[in-house]
């Protein structure tokens, strides 16, 4: 099985990259798959996002696990 | 009284009827060492934007994640505070302006516990949930909810 990135979006980033899930290539860290993400959907350089890796919240450069979920999470406003 | 220690399901369909609110206040009534309740209750309030008038909120959530978090608040929470109780309910799906979209509730012996509990739990789950809102407006735009 090729080594892949599963990445859910949600809220506002789901809507301007058009949709809620994809697959994408391995890379090493939150920061390379973060520049790959915005060379292919630029939409996102304009909202504010968060990344979550197997459902927890990072905040600095992360080591993507293989086969890691990955969200991507508009600023929560539940409630 | 035995506290609920497992991850459980905090999402329900839509809005939450005050009926479930009732149904939930009288099943305490046999908990007889609790001394006071505290219910914070979230309603979909009518906005006026720029973009339009609020008809309605859609919420949609990162489920998964969002109850592993529920359940870590929970915990903290419990530590926290010396409750008999702690039910939390949140909405997905459609909920128009004036339902409820949000039930917290928090029962102790005394009313100081359940109070702050409540009260931080609120702020918590508003904070920490992978939670959103979209609100459907009368112009057929919407635009997504920002939590103040």
Not at chain 2, 115 to 144: F, Q, S, Y
Request: glycine share 6%.
């Amino acid at each position: 099985m090729p080594n892949t990135i599963h990445i859910k979006a949600f809220g506002m980033v789901a809507e301007k990259i058009g949709t809620t899930e994809l697959v994408m290539d391995h890379y090493q860290d939150s920061e390379a798959l973060l520049d790959a993400l915005l060379v292919k959907f630029p939409a996102l350089k304009t909202i504010k996002f968060s990344l979550a890796i197997n459902k927890k919240l990072i905040s600095n450069k992360q080591e993507i696990p293989e086969n890691a979920e990955i969200a991507l999470l508009p600023p929560f406003s539940g409630g | 009284m035995e506290k609920e220690r497992k991850p459980k399901n905090i999402f329900v369909q839509g809005s939450i009827s005050p009926e479930t609110i009732a149904k939930s206040i009288a099943n305490h009534s046999t908990k007889t060492d609790i001394g006071g309740h505290s219910i914070f209750l979230g309603q979909v309030r009518a906005d006026e934007k720029p973009e339009g008038k609020v008809l309605a909120i859609d919420y949609s959530a990162y489920e998964e994640m969002a109850l592993e978090k529920a359940f870590e608040i929970r915990e903290a929470i419990f530590a926290k505070y010396p409750l008999t109780c702690m039910h939390i309910y949140h909405s997905l799906g459609e909920v128009k302006v004036g339902e409820l979209c949000l039930f917290v509730f928090t029962s102790s012996k005394h009313r100081k516990a359940a109070m702050d509990a409540c009260d931080e739990l609120v702020e918590r789950i508003k904070a920490e949930l992978p939670v959103w809102g979209k609100e459907i407006l009368d112009t057929d735009n919407h635009v997504w909810k920002v939590n103040v």
